[in-house]
């Protein structure tokens, strides 16, 4: 069960990966504290249950310096939800220097031959305090264990004290921000029993005498934290649209050669660049309809390679961004409103008389359709006959 359960969370950690380039840049911490959440159950089962001494040479010690990193981890990604911004200054690499002081104290073992290792892992087998029985660098093995679950429940308790001194709760009416609210209380009860469970775990460890004994004892314990990373991983798939974070929409719409326009447009100094916030205010919703509404009039979705990051890049409003309003307030997935385009498009050709000199094959291509099948496929979505049936009707 609980190889089942780490297997399930690498392949939801890894559907983070690919959905990253639409989402918050923030999720990049989310997926490496998942990723290493998971390895960490991997090697649980390595050590307890599988009684494999290779899974136990490679798993138990090499991949200590990481467990260090999830509280920075954790940290960072909250605070980038609460910021709507992932990058990390100079001070906050301070924050990694515990995971390379374990990686150096590990040294010792890393660089021991393998029978050494595989020695060690016959040892834990045997039992279970021999898992204590190592020459590191500078650090007892206790201190090493005991420190990882500590620490990342100190991040956690950071963390809750940034959520509050952000004033982010669930009074907003902004319903992306009530959601983000309740998503991190869920992901701060939920990491708090982890971590709380692991420490138990590491802590009894001591007092044991047999391997077996303190799989037995601590059944409970592991698959009610195990369980809590099961629903972290669901989570993700069933409440997607915590991916977008808290886009606060704070550029301006206009450039320095467009001044007469943000004039016609009423678009003073002062809300041009917008004070962050959670709310995402009308006014804010509004200047991002008519930034998307100037950039289209160039009709930049005739390009057969124009996709959700050239548009990001041409009008320096980020990915995340673009997809939450596509998807949470045009309610309409990207590809869909580009493609919708595209077919106005055909159609004002074919009004225009195009269509009598084109062929469907060239009208699509004018239209920037990478193939005669999406064209007709999008075309009939959208008109709800095909290409030929709409000229027959026009006839």
Same mark, same amino acid.
């Not at 902004?174 to 982890?194: E, M």
């Not at 869909?336 to 084109?358: F, M, P, Q, Y």
């Given at each position: 069960?609980?190889?089942?359960?780490?297997?399930?969370?690498?392949?939801?950690?890894?559907?983070?990966?690919?959905?990253?380039?639409?989402?918050?840049?923030?999720?990049?911490?989310?997926?490496?504290?998942?990723?290493?959440?998971?390895?960490?159950?991997?090697?649980?089962?390595?050590?307890?249950?599988?009684?494999?001494?290779?899974?136990?040479?490679?798993?138990?010690?090499?991949?200590?310096?990481?467990?260090?990193?999830?509280?920075?981890?954790?940290?960072?990604?909250?605070?980038?939800?609460?910021?709507?911004?992932?990058?990390?200054?100079?001070?906050?690499?301070?924050?990694?220097?515990?995971?390379?002081?374990?990686?150096?104290?590990?040294?010792?073992?890393?660089?021991?031959?393998?029978?050494?290792?595989?020695?060690?892992?016959?040892?834990?087998?045997?039992?279970?305090?021999?898992?204590?029985?190592?020459?590191?660098?500078?650090?007892?093995?206790?201190?090493?264990?005991?420190?990882?679950?500590?620490?990342?429940?100190?991040?956690?308790?950071?963390?809750?004290?940034?959520?509050?001194?952000?004033?982010?709760?669930?009074?907003?009416?902004?319903?992306?921000?009530?959601?983000?609210?309740?998503?991190?209380?869920? $992901? =701060?009860?939920? *990491? @708090? #029993?982890?971590? %709380?469970?692991? !420490?138990?775990?590491?802590?009894?460890? +001591?007092?044991?005498?047999?391997?077996?004994?303190?799989?037995?004892?601590?059944? $409970? =314990?592991?698959? *009610? @934290? #195990?369980?809590? %990373?099961?629903? !972290?991983?669901?989570?993700?798939?069933? +409440?997607?649209?915590?991916?977008?974070?808290?886009?606060?929409?704070?550029?301006?719409?206009?450039?320095?050669?467009?001044?007469?326009?943000?004039?016609? !447009?009423?678009?003073?100094?002062?809300?041009?660049?917008?004070?962050?916030?959670?709310?995402?205010?009308?006014?804010?919703?509004?200047?991002?309809?008519?930034?998307?509404?100037?950039?289209?009039?160039?009709?930049?979705?005739?390009?057969?390679?124009?996709?959700?990051?050239?548009?990001?890049?041409?009008?320096?409003?980020?990915?995340?961004?673009?997809?939450?309003?596509?998807?949470?307030?045009?309610?309409?997935?990207?590809?869909?409103?580009?493609?919708?385009?595209?077919?106005?498009?055909?159609?004002?050709?074919?009004?225009?008389?195009?269509?009598?000199?084109?062929?469907?094959?060239?009208?699509?291509?004018?239209?920037?359709?990478?193939?005669?099948?999406?064209?007709?496929?999008?075309?009939?979505?959208?008109?709800?006959?095909?290409?030929?049936?709409?000229?027959?009707?026009?006839?």
């Amino acid at each position: 069960m609980l190889l089942s359960i780490t297997i399930f969370g690498f392949v939801v950690t890894f559907l983070l990966l690919i959905n990253l380039r639409q989402s918050n840049k923030a999720n990049i911490y989310l997926f490496f504290f998942l990723l290493i959440n998971n390895t960490y159950s991997l090697s649980h089962y390595a050590t307890i249950y599988s009684g494999n001494k290779f899974l136990i040479a490679i798993m138990l010690v090499h991949f200590t310096p990481l467990y260090l990193l999830l509280g920075p981890l954790f940290y960072f990604y909250v605070r980038g939800l609460l910021k709507d911004d992932f990058r990390l200054s100079k001070l906050d690499f301070l924050h990694f220097i515990p995971a390379v002081l374990f990686f150096i104290n590990i040294t010792p073992y890393v660089f021991k031959s393998w029978d050494y290792k595989l020695l060690y892992a016959a040892n834990v087998i045997k039992d279970a305090h021999n898992f204590l029985n190592i020459d590191y660098l500078f650090m007892p093995s206790s201190i090493s264990f005991l420190s990882r679950p500590i620490i990342a429940i100190v991040y956690v308790i950071a963390s809750v004290v940034l959520i509050f001194r952000r004033g982010l709760n669930e009074r907003y009416i902004n319903i992306q921000a009530k959601l983000i609210f309740k998503w991190l209380t869920f $992901f =701060i009860i939920i *990491s @708090t #029993i982890l971590y %709380l469970g692991f !420490l138990f775990f590491t802590f009894s460890a +001591f007092y044991i005498d047999t391997l077996k004994v303190e799989s037995r004892q601590g059944d $409970f =314990i592991l698959y *009610s @934290t #195990i369980g809590g %990373l099961l629903l !972290l991983n669901l989570s993700l798939l069933f +409440f997607p649209n915590i991916l977008y974070g808290l886009p606060q929409l704070d550029y301006a719409i206009a450039t320095k050669e467009n001044k007469l326009l943000e004039e016609q !447009l009423g678009i003073a100094e002062d809300i041009k660049k917008q004070t962050r916030s959670f709310e995402i205010s009308p006014e804010k919703l509004n200047l991002l309809k008519l930034k998307i509404e100037r950039y289209i009039e160039q009709k930049p979705y005739l390009n057969p390679e124009f996709n959700l990051s050239v548009m990001s890049a041409d009008t320096d409003i980020p990915v995340h961004h673009l997809s939450y309003y596509f998807n949470e307030h045009l309610k309409i997935n990207f590809n869909t409103w580009k493609n919708d385009l595209k077919i106005a498009h055909v159609i004002d050709l074919i009004r225009n008389g195009s269509g009598e000199i084109l062929t469907l094959d060239a009208l699509a291509k004018q239209a920037g359709f990478g193939s005669r099948t999406s064209f007709f496929n999008s075309f009939k979505q959208k008109i709800g006959v095909t290409p030929s049936e709409y000229l027959n009707s026009i006839d």
